[in-house]
Each structure stands twice: as structure tokens, then as C-alpha cells.
């Protein structure tokens, strides 16, 4: 069966500090990959989403970036984060048309 | 992909039926309607889709109408641990190119004992 993880699961750093979260997905091959950003209280806001490796599609424009350095492996990274880069995010993937299926998600608190 | 419209909030009584509905009024035909749920602090789950005709599995119903505008999500006997927030998207059934999925607002189903 088909697992996906995301660490950590809670972090909380300082503005201008930098970001790496990290998504793996076990037990399939090369499914389409997507981050999501859910801020208190709000939808969820695809930011962005993967159908191989080396290739990510940006949603919305941002300090935030994405990276897809393996098959099953997702990172999201920035540089220097802001205040409203607070949220809880959300790794998912999917194979062909079926479902979208979550991660846990990291919950980030930028202080 | 279509727009979708939710009422914001409902409240059900634990072991009664939950409805939610869901407006699509500018669906196209090639659009399914998927139905996701939030229970708070974890990722959505996905609960059921359908097409056209009335589809059923072991965590709910989602019957939609016959011009496809609009659509119901059915928890038969519902539980304290069905409450979260209830999305409802539609996409179309596509296996190349964009394949994201967008989500809105949601309704956030109160489960009452």
C-alpha cells in the first residue's frame, strides 16, 4: 500500500530564517506531487504541483519554491521567511486520475 | 475547474442523516464532483466522486442532480468523529497536463450529541 510522509511536523522559526520541509511517498512510482498551504481558518491554496522529476508548476508567486530532486521525494523550501508564511502545509500526490491522497502536513509558525 | 458554492457551517445531531450540499451550477460535462473532509489538524481525506449517477461506499452517498448543478453528500448515521470541514470540487477527469485540484472554504459539519 501507498504511504506518504512530511517532516517535521511542527516548526517554528524566526522571520528571514530559512525553510525545508520534506515529502516522501513509498510504495508507487512517479505520481504527480502537490503542495498545499492552509493558513488559519482558510481553504486550502495549492502552491504548487509536480508530474515528474525537475518539474514543478508554481501556482501562486511567492518567497516559497519547490524542488523535486527524486521520483517520490517533494521539497519546499524558501530563503527568507515572512510572518504570513505561517500555516499548516500539505504534501499530497496522485496517481493518474484517481484520488488525491494527503500527507500528515507540517504545521510552520513564523515568529 | 468549476466553481463550487458551500454553505459555511451545519450542525447535525449524532446517529441522523447528514446532508451537504454543494452548488456547481457552471460544471461541464466532463467534470466529476469529488467530495473531501478536514478533521482539524490533519490532512483531508477523500470520502467519494461520482459523474452523473448516484454513487455509494462504506463512508457516504453523493447524489447528484440530473442537470449536474448540484450535488449531496450523505452521511447516513452520523458520528462525533465526523466532525470536520467538508470540501466539495469538481475537476475534470483528466490524465496529462494540469491535474491540480483547487480547493475552497468548505462546510464545517458540527456533529451535535
Known amino acids: 500500500s501507498q504511504t506518504i510522509h512530511q517532516w517535521p511536523a511542527t516548526l517554528v522559526q524566526p522571520v528571514g530564517s530559512p525553510l525545508s520541509l520534506e515529502c516522501t511517498v513509498e510504495?508507487?512510482?512517479?505520481?504527480?506531487l502537490y503542495w498545499y498551504r492552509q493558513a488559519a481558518g482558510r481553504g486550502l491554496q495549492l502552491l504548487f504541483y509536480?508530474?515528474?522529476?525537475?518539474?514543478i508548476s508554481s501556482e501562486v508567486p511567492q518567497n516559497l519554491s519547490a524542488s523535486r530532486p527524486q521520483d517520490r521525494q517533494f521539497i519546499l523550501s524558501s530563503k527568507k521567511l515572512l510572518l504570513s508564511d505561517s500555516g499548516f502545509y500539505l504534501c499530497?500526490?496522485?496517481?493518474?486520475?484517481?484520488?488525491?491522497?494527503f500527507g500528515p502536513g507540517t504545521r510552520l509558525t513564523v515568529t | 475547474d468549476a466553481k463550487t458554492t458551500q454553505p459555511p457551517s451545519m450542525d447535525c445531531a449524532e446517529g441522523r442523516a447528514a446532508n451537504l450540499p454543494c452548488n456547481h451550477s457552471?460544471?461541464?460535462?466532463?467534470?466529476?464532483v469529488y467530495w473531501y473532509r478536514q478533521i482539524h489538524s490533519q490532512g483531508p481525506q477523500y470520502i467519494i466522486h461520482?459523474?452523473?449517477n448516484n454513487e455509494t461506499n462504506e463512508m457516504a452517498s453523493l447524489i447528484i442532480t440530473e442537470d449536474r448543478k448540484s450535488s449531496t453528500l450523505i452521511l447516513p448515521h452520523a458520528t462525533l468523529r465526523d466532525t470536520a470541514v467538508y470540501y466539495c470540487?469538481?475537476?475534470?477527469?483528466?490524465?496529462?497536463?494540469?491535474?491540480?485540484?483547487?480547493f475552497g472554504t468548505g462546510t464545517r459539519l458540527t456533529i451535535i450529541p
Open positions: 457552471t460544471i461541464s460535462g466532463n467534470e466529476y
Open positions: 470540487i469538481v475537476r475534470a477527469y483528466a490524465n496529462f497536463g494540469n491535474e491540480k485540484l483547487t
Open positions: 499530497a500526490w496522485r496517481k493518474g486520475s484517481g484520488s488525491l491522497n
Open positions: 510504495g508507487t512510482s512517479n505520481p504527480n
Open positions: 461520482g459523474l452523473k
Open positions: 509536480s508530474v515528474g522529476i525537475g518539474q
